[in-house]
């Protein structure tokens, strides 16, 4: 039987139908909450049940422990409710006029930059006019159904856009990844949702920006640095791009050209397994690591961090409980793939 959700603090309702997560139904009733993997495994839908009762779905005791369930705290895309319900959560106004929508494209370049990393144009529908903000992702659908998450690298446009850039890591044995890697041609036809997630710059801060990657976690920076550009925003950003060695960071040349361009930028390569290959002289470590020893005090920060679920994690934890950082202050995009939602289901 359906049931009826109240928002606070916005005061905003809508209907919840049988079998329907909260996050999709306020999706479909046009509310912009916060997320991203909707698999139970990233928290960025992480709301408070003020009123009510919920079954809270396939949710991991890692992702929501017992004592924030007792705190009355739900992943909101696995949650579904048993009553009427008063939730809160903090809603996002910007994404307004901005619809997700399933879109055919055609791949219209492939360029493999290293052994594992492919960066791949896709060629959108002329008449679409795709809008997006700059860090959100697209999901190729796929023939049996499953989906895969990229995110988006090219920069928005106001009018919107008709191509994507795309930054995809090749995971051996991949079902989708095996396919860019060893199938994928020039002119492929491809099926995909977009766009996607929460993991956006907030423009009503002025705090001063660190921007973190792990390998192709770059690609949603990189479309925020570019928006950054063209909006000539001019808070201070410093951007950490970790890689196992030198070449896992594939586009070192273009970031460095855009550091010497953008006053107030600064770039941060940080290499954690270099080789002799690599005759790399910078900093090294894991990357979450060097952005605490430059930034020992985050609490007038804000972070954006993308990639290998391990980095998100462990930047989130260490950041808040090490340099102060207020967690509403961190966004992220977590790259978890099958496996990890696989186990996260477990
Ligand atoms: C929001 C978001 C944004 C992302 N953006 C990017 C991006 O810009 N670039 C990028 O490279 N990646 C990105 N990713 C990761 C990407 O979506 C894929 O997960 C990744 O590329 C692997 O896809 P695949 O189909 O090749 O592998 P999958 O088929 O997902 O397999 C991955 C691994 O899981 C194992 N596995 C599969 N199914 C199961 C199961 N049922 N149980 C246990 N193990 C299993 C496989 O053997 C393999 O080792 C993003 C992910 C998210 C959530
Ligand atoms: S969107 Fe709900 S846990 Fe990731």
Not at 83 to 103: A, F, H, K, P, T
Not at 232 to 247: L, N
Not at 313 to 319: H, I
Request: aromatic residues 10%; glycine residues 8%.
């Amino acid at each position: 039987m359906p049931f009826e959700v109240t928002l606070q603090p916005s005061g905003k309702q809508f209907t919840v139908q049988e079998g329907t997560s909260i996050l999709e139904a306020g999706h479909d009733a046009d509310i912009a909450l916060p997320y991203s993997c909707r698999a139970g495994a990233c928290r960025t839908c992480r709301g408070r049940i003020v009123e009510g009762q919920i079954d809270h779905g396939h949710v991991h005791p890692t992702y929501l422990p017992l004592e924030e369930r007792e705190q009355g705290y739900a992943l909101l895309c696995q949650a579904q409710p048993l009553s009427n319900l008063v939730i809160e959560v903090q809603e996002l106004d910007i994404m307004g006029s901005i619809r997700s929508r399933v879109c055919p494209g055609r791949v219209k370049e492939m360029r493999r930059v290293t052994p594992d990393v492919m960066i791949v144009r896709i060629k959108l529908p002329m008449n679409e006019d795709v809008m997006f903000l700059a860090g959100q992702f697209v999901e190729f659908v796929l023939a049996n159904g499953e989906r895969r998450a990229y995110s988006i690298a090219s920069a928005p446009s106001i009018g919107g856009v008709t191509s994507i850039e795309l930054h995809v890591r090749h995971t051996p044995g991949g079902l989708f990844t095996d396919y860019v890697f060893d199938g994928m041609k020039v002119h492929d036809l491809v099926r995909m949702e977009l766009p996607q997630g929460t993991f956006f710059l907030r423009e009503d801060s002025d705090k001063p920006l660190v921007l973190l990657a792990s390998g192709t976690g770059f690609a949603p920076i990189k479309s925020i640095l570019q928006y950054a550009q063209q909006k000539q925003i001019k808070r201070p950003m410093t951007f950490y791009w970790g890689g196992r060695t030198r070449a896992d960071l594939y586009e070192m040349d273009w970031v460095e050209r855009y550091a010497s361009e953008n006053e107030g930028f600064q770039f941060i390569p940080v290499v954690s397994d270099a080789t002799p290959a690599c005759g790399w002289s910078g900093r090294t470590g894991f990357v979450h690591r060097a952005v605490m020893e430059d930034f020992p005090d985050l609490s007038k920060h804000q972070v954006y961090a993308c990639g290998a679920p391990i980095v998100i994690e462990s930047a989130k934890r260490d950041f808040a409980e090490q340099c102060s950082l207020p967690l509403q202050e961190f966004f992220a995009d977590s790259f978890l793939d099958a496996g990890d939602r696989a186990q996260a289901r477990s």
